[in-house]
C-alpha cells in the first residue's frame, strides 16, 4: 500500500486493539468532513442509506445515545432504538438470545452499551456484524476517546508531544482506559491522577500518580472525570469535602498546568465537586465542543465501518 492510498479499516469497534495511527487518522479526517455536513442547512447525505443500525442500551446514556442517533440518520439509515429497561431482558433473556433476535430482523450494524465488560467482544462473535461499543462496563469507551482526540487536535493542532492530564475516578473510568490506549497512539502523554483508592493498578498508555500538582505541571490539556459513586464500593472516597479538598480542579489549580490549557469532562458532570462550576462554563472548556463534535466522530465510525474501504 503506497502512503496516499486509503487504509483498510477494521469492521468493529470495540476498543483501539485492531486500529493503527493511520486508520485512526484517516477516521478523524472523515469526521471532519462530516463536521462541513453539519455545517450545512441541509444536515443530510445518503451515505447509509439502505443500511439499519440498531442502539441497543442496556445502560442509560444521553449524549452517547442520541448523538449516534442523529449521527445515522444524518447519513439516511434507518435506526432501531432498543432500551434494556423495556425489553424482555427484564424477564432473564440473556444478552444472546436478545441480540440474536434483533439480528433476524436485518440489522446491519449494532451500537452497544451494556454494564458488564466484554459483552460487545462476545456480540461481535455472535452476529458476525458490526458492532460498535458504546461503552462496556469499566473497559472502554471508544467513540467518547475519538471525539476527545478530534476534540483537542481542533484545539492544540497535532497532539503529538503533548502532555494530557486525566483526573478524578480512574478506576471505574472507560473514558479514562480508552484515552490512555488511543491519545499516546497519536503522540501524546497521558498522566493520569486520583487518590490511591480510585487508581487502578495499571493503565495502559498512562503514568498513574496520586500527586495533582505533577499530573498538572505543563499539561497541554486537562479531562476531569465524574466521580462514578454508582460503581464504588463503600470505602473508596473517605467524603466528598475530602476529594474536593485534594482533587478538585478549581481555577488556581488548573493554572498549574500551561496557560490557556483546554478543559475537558466527557459528562455528566457533578458540578462543583470534580470541578469548579464556574470552570464549565469559562473559555478555557471545551465540555460543549466535545458534545457537539460527538454527532461528526460518530458518522465517521458509521460510515467506516459500514462502506469505508475494507
Request: glycine share 6%; charged share 20%.
Amino acid at each position: 500500500m503506497s502512503e496516499t492510498a486509503t487504509p483498510n479499516f477494521p469492521k468493529h469497534l470495540l476498543d483501539f486493539r485492531d486500529w493503527n495511527r493511520r486508520q485512526v487518522e484517516s477516521l478523524l479526517e472523515t469526521a471532519q468532513m462530516m463536521q462541513e455536513v453539519l455545517a450545512r442547512p441541509v444536515k443530510k447525505v445518503p451515505a447509509l442509506t439502505g443500511f439499519t443500525v440498531a442502539t441497543v442500551f442496556f445502560e442509560p446514556s444521553t449524549r452517547t445515545r442520541i448523538s449516534f442517533e442523529l449521527a445515522a440518520r444524518r447519513m439516511s439509515a434507518d435506526v432501531v432504538s432498543f432500551s434494556g429497561a423495556t425489553s424482555s431482558t427484564t424477564k432473564g433473556e440473556t444478552y444472546r438470545d436478545t441480540l440474536r433476535t434483533l439480528d433476524q430482523m436485518g440489522i446491519d450494524a449494532y451500537i452497544l452499551r451494556t454494564d458488564a465488560a466484554g459483552v460487545p467482544h462476545q456480540a461481535h462473535r455472535w452476529l458476525h456484524k458490526p458492532v460498535i461499543n458504546a461503552g462496556d462496563g469499566w473497559r472502554a469507551h471508544p467513540t467518547q476517546a475519538l471525539l476527545d482526540a478530534f476534540t483537542l487536535r481542533e484545539k492544540l493542532g497535532s497532539l503529538e508531544g503533548k502532555k494530557i492530564a486525566i483526573v478524578g475516578d480512574i478506576l471505574h473510568s472507560r473514558v479514562a482506559r480508552s484515552n490512555a490506549e488511543l491519545l499516546p497512539m497519536l503522540g501524546a502523554t497521558v498522566v493520569a491522577c486520583g487518590p490511591a483508592t480510585l487508581l487502578p493498578g495499571s493503565l495502559p498508555g498512562a503514568t498513574l500518580t496520586t500527586h495533582l500538582r505533577e499530573a498538572l505541571h505543563e499539561a497541554d490539556a486537562v479531562m476531569v472525570l465524574r466521580l462514578q459513586k454508582e460503581r464504588m464500593e463503600k470505602g473508596l472516597l473517605p467524603s466528598l469535602p475530602e476529594y474536593i479538598a485534594a482533587y478538585q480542579i478549581n481555577r488556581e489549580r488548573l493554572g498549574w498546568a500551561k496557560p490557556g490549557a483546554p478543559l475537558l469532562h466527557p459528562g455528566p458532570m457533578n458540578r462543583d465537586v470534580e470541578l469548579e462550576g464556574t470552570l464549565a462554563d469559562s473559555p478555557q472548556s471545551l465540555v460543549e465542543r466535545q458534545v457537539a463534535n460527538g454527532q461528526a466522530v460518530r458518522m465517521a465510525v458509521l460510515y467506516h465501518v459500514l462502506v469505508g474501504k475494507s
